[in-house]
């Protein structure tokens, strides 16, 4: 009989162990904390590895990264360009991503977030030429502001954001484009603000009614890569990551 209980007993404790072995592992995964695995940072905060300027084979001088932020210095203009700026590209390329940014932009400021651009200079000019921007602008004060489907947040010259969530010119604001097998989300300051399909009868309906009309590839590529836009004015950027899905 003795025997016996010594036996129970074990079998209480061990079965008691293995019990808390599994609560422990739902715990991790019920925590989120493996979500977050899957981010990977494409801007270390301290230089300007993994990007490129248009056209070049390194980022232009006039991309400064300090202090886990990446800003463009446009103290020195080219055109309306900044000199030993440009447009800054990510070397990786992405098909199916989720992209998080972090941005503000100076008084009267214009910039911009483009993706799925081919890096192909010789063939296009400007990244603009091939890749979508959800736009990063001063509102008030720049020009394109006082234009629909021109002002921050929206698809650049092809749909206006359906609420004005924008913080002004010296504040951050966060971007969020989520791009999954040719269905686009965009968010700004964790308000969802635009939804579309692309590259369907729709989307081309919508690309032949802008600017775009005049660059038969824009919109039109399923791969490709991220570019943070040199239109001239300063602008900085941080937590620069993305989930590829």
């Known amino acids: 009989m003795k025997n016996l209980l010594l036996l129970m007993l074990a079998a209480v404790i061990i079965s008691g162990c293995h019990s808390s072995q599994s609560n422990n592992t739902t715990a991790t995964i019920d925590s989120g904390a493996t979500k977050d695995t899957a981010w990977k940072p494409i801007f270390d905060g301290k230089t300007t590895k993994g990007w490129h300027t248009y056209g070049k084979n390194e980022a232009g001088k006039a991309w400064k990264a300090e202090n886990g932020v990446l800003h463009l210095d446009a103290s020195a203009k080219n055109d309306w360009q900044t000199k030993n700026g440009g447009d800054l590209v990510s070397d990786a390329e992405y098909e199916n991503f989720e992209l998080s940014v972090e941005w503000k932009i100076s008084k009267a400021g214009n910039s911009g977030i483009i993706f799925y651009v081919n890096d192909n200079p010789e063939k296009y000019k400007y990244s603009w030429y091939t890749g979508i921007e959800t736009q990063v602008a001063d509102n008030k004060e720049n020009e394109d502001g006082q234009i629909p489907k021109h002002r921050a947040g929206d698809l650049y010259d092809l749909i206006s954001i359906s609420k004005e969530v924008v913080k002004p010119a010296g504040e951050w604001n966060k971007t969020i484009v989520l791009a999954n097998n040719g269905v686009l989300n965009i968010f700004v300051n964790d308000e969802q603000?635009?939804?579309?399909?692309?590259?369907?009868?729709?989307?081309?309906?919508?690309?032949?009614?802008?600017?775009?009309?005049?660059?038969?590839?824009?919109?039109?590529?399923?791969?490709?890569?991220?570019?943070?836009?040199?239109?001239?004015?300063?602008?900085?950027?941080?937590?620069?990551?993305?989930?590829?899905?």
């Open 193 to 245: 603000v635009i939804t579309t399909k692309l590259w369907n009868d729709n989307w081309k309906k919508l690309v032949a009614a802008s600017k775009f009309k005049e660059w038969p590839d824009f919109g039109t590529f399923k791969k490709g890569h991220i570019v943070l836009q040199d239109h001239g004015a300063d602008v900085w950027f941080k937590d620069i990551k993305v989930k590829k899905l």
